[in-house]
Nanobody, 125 residues
Framework: QVQVAESGGGLVQAGGSLTLSCTTS????????MGWFRQAPGKEREQVAC????????YYSDFVKGRWIISRNNGKKTMSLKMSDLKPEDTAVYYC??????????????????WGQGTQVTVSS
């Protein structure tokens, strides 16, 4: 059974930084693309960033605009999202996602991922 778990959310002032972490189990981590999504109240879940299984392709949504960095540590089977210059509009529940199909690049469809429970990020103005 695949399990995905996020950690690292919290409350931060605008301009501050947070690092989210994600761990997975039940699959061969090195073969699976990893991504971050977020969902704000009343809005649809949207992709934030993605790093493919080989570590040679990254995707960031336009709203990231160079503020955040996605990375993975295959030895520790973890993925991180270092967020800086946070803005109030970044407030959302952030979800770690693991691509279901091994050796696939960043899927667009939400149905192609295993999901964590989410971690709340709140940015105060």
């Amino acid at each position: 059974q695949v399990q995905v778990a996020e950690s690292g959310g919290g409350l931060v002032q605008a301009g501050g930084s947070l690092t989210l972490s994600c761990t997975t189990s039940g699959l061969t981590f090195i073969e699976h693309t990893m991504g971050w999504f977020r969902q704000a109240p009343g809005k649809e879940r949207e992709q934030v960033a993605c790093l493919n299984w080989a570590g040679n392709e990254q995707y960031y949504s336009d709203f990231v605009k160079g503020r955040w960095i996605i990375s993975r540590n295959n030895g520790k089977k973890t993925m991180s999202l270092k967020m800086s210059d946070l803005k109030p509009e970044d407030t959302a529940v952030y979800y770690c996602a693991t691509a279901i199909n091994p050796r696939s690049n960043c899927p667009y469809s939400l149905t192609e991922y295993y999901w964590g429970q989410g971690t709340q990020v709140t940015v105060s103005s």
